[in-house]
């Protein structure tokens, strides 16, 4: 029979992933609304009230399973059963790459390909640069959309906060990401053995799309 707190736990973990869920609709919701992607936004906030009702649901059980009390287990059969409580490779909550990680390497990404390059041929790049600090749950699909992978969503997101600053172009050609001037003042100062003598020109760019 499991123990009380590793149920405990597991429901503690599941309702986690479906506050974590939440999070990532309520900022796709936010950007399609920005973009004016009306239709969309609608489904993202119809899915959002179908995972707030379950939450409210697993909230529920997860209060009423408080409530049972198991009978306690044999001290020395309890101190046997200690060992395979703590599995060594369980998923640590919180292991996930933060967004503002990816920013830098994009900036470098960007600097290695010539200034400008494709949405994928960028995100390649920067896997390059980060991926031995990218954990198990960066590799994982987002709950609200399979086909994403978490980290090359999360250096979306990081892209459309550079552009929001002044670093990436708001006006490059759709699915291409172009560094500005502040950009590579930004990889030199990093990196200085990245410095270059090209143009620097400052660039405008739009926010990114999900679609691109």
Known sequence: MARQDEIHNQIETLLESLRTTLTDLKQDHTHLLENEKFIEAEQIKNKTEEIHAFHARVKALYDDWSNISLPTTPTKLRQKMIPS????????????????????????????????????????????????????????????????????????????????????????????????????????????????TEDESEYQSEPFDFDE
């Open 85 to 196: 409580q703590k599995p060594t490779n369980a998923p640590q909550l919180g292991s996930r790459t933060p967004k503002q990680a990816f920013q830098l390497p994009i900036l470098q990404a960007l600097v290695h390909l010539g200034g400008s390059a494709p949405l994928q041929t960028v995100l390649d790049q920067v896997h390059q640069i980060i991926k031995d600090q990218l954990s198990n749950d960066d590799y994982q699909s987002l709950p609200s959309k399979p086909h994403v992978v978490r980290w090359e969503n999360n250096a979306q997101w990081a892209r459309f906060k550079l552009v929001k600053e002044g670093y990436l172009a708001a006006d490059s050609p759709r699915g291409t990401w172009e560094i500005t001037g502040a950009g590579r003042k930004w990889v030199i100062e990093a990196n200085p053995e990245m410095g270059t």
